[in-house]
Nanobody
Framework: VQLQASGGGLVQAGGSLRLSCAVSGRTLTGYTTAWFRQASGKEREFLAALRRNVGSTYYADSVKGRFTISGDNARNTVYLQMNNLKPEDTDVYYC??????????????????WGQGTLVTVSS
């Protein structure tokens, strides 16, 4: 299983970016795919998750209303649409997939496969 994250870049505060996570080696259905962010020296932060088989999405309070996670089964890709970005959103963003359940949805160890990370920089 491999995950390829892309879409990061430099954007001004208030702007938008869409991150993509292309998954190969397994389908989206039956697994939970999530986005986290973590910079060097900082704790990993859960952002959003998609449980494709139940059609449910989950968000951290810090991004609820600004970020939207979605999936495209045909492309086996999960997206993270990020709007109204703030300088504090600057970070390295990672996608991950695994058998996380409702109780473990925000826990990094619940995800067995991770992408390489994509850098998002928000200027003020």
């Amino acid at each position: 299983v491999q995950l390829q994250a892309s879409g990061g870049g430099l954007v001004q505060a208030g702007g938008s970016l869409r991150l993509s996570c292309a998954v190969s080696g397994r389908t989206l259905t039956g697994y939970t795919t999530a986005w986290f962010r973590q910079a060097s020296g900082k704790e990993r932060e859960f952002l959003a998750a998609l449980r494709r088989n139940v059609g449910s999405t989950y968000y951290a309070d810090s991004v609820k209303g600004r970020f939207t996670i979605s999936g495209d089964n045909a492309r086996n890709t999960v997206y993270l649409q990020m709007n109204n970005l703030k300088p504090e959103d600057t970070d390295v963003y990672y996608c991950a997939t695994g058998r996380a359940t409702l109780s473990s949805i925000g826990n990094g160890p619940a995800y067995h496969y991770w992408g390489q990370g994509t850098l998002v920089t928000v200027s003020s």
